[in-house]
């Protein structure tokens, strides 16, 4: 049974992981199955550890990387491009949920790596790409009816 202050090291961790959320976190962690921290530290202890001590690890990077000119470009690209899509951008939670997807990238933008980011860019070009020739298809048939 988790006792108070139990989650207190997974939320400061969460604190220091800019657009990370909870839900994402356990519910990837406990390989789908809750999104309750509580139900994830008392079925799974072991993972729970793992997931700690990749926050850690991911918290420990970023502080070194945080600040590098090319990674910040590369994120306020894929931010822009995600905002054409349509995504509300002043929530990490909708970008993250965006980016999850395993078609689109599989992770959320913080755990991304400078090569993996500019591989996203022009996946997300295409996508955009994608979406503008399909609604000018729309438009042309509306035009014709």
Same mark, same amino acid.
């Given at each position: &049974?988790?006792?108070?202050?139990?989650?207190?090291?997974?939320?400061?961790?969460?604190?220091? %992981?800019?657009?990370? *959320?909870?839900?994402?976190?356990?519910?990837?962690?406990?390989?789908?199955?809750? *999104?309750?921290?509580?139900?994830?530290?008392?079925?799974?202890?072991?993972?729970?550890?793992? %997931?700690?001590?990749? %926050?850690?690890?991911? &918290?420990?990077?970023?502080?070194?990387?945080?600040?590098?000119?090319?990674?910040?470009?590369? !994120?306020?690209?894929?931010?822009? !491009?995600?905002?054409?899509?349509?995504?509300?951008?002043?929530?990490?939670?909708?970008?993250?949920?965006?980016?999850?997807?395993?078609?689109?990238?599989?992770?959320?933008?913080?755990?991304?790596?400078?090569?993996?980011?500019?591989?996203?860019?022009?996946?997300?070009?295409?996508?955009?790409?994608?979406?503008?020739?399909?609604?000018?298809?729309?438009?042309?048939?509306?035009?014709?009816?």
């Amino acid at each position: &049974m988790a006792t108070k202050g139990t989650h207190d090291k997974f939320f400061y961790l969460l604190s220091q %992981m800019p657009g990370a *959320t909870k839900e994402a976190l356990v519910w990837q962690y406990s390989s789908m199955l809750t *999104t309750s921290l509580r139900k994830f530290y008392e079925k799974k202890p072991e993972e729970y550890k793992l %997931m700690i001590a990749d %926050m850690e690890i991911k &918290m420990a990077a970023s502080r070194k990387t945080y600040t590098d000119p090319e990674k910040k470009r590369l !994120r306020s690209s894929i931010l822009l !491009r995600l905002q054409k899509h349509g995504v509300d951008t002043t929530h990490w939670k909708n970008v993250n949920i965006f980016l999850l997807q395993p078609r689109i990238a599989g992770k959320m933008l913080f755990e991304m790596s400078v090569p993996e980011m500019k591989a996203l860019i022009p996946k997300l070009e295409s996508i955009l790409k994608k979406d503008s020739a399909a609604r000018d298809s729309e438009i042309k048939m509306s035009e014709r009816n």
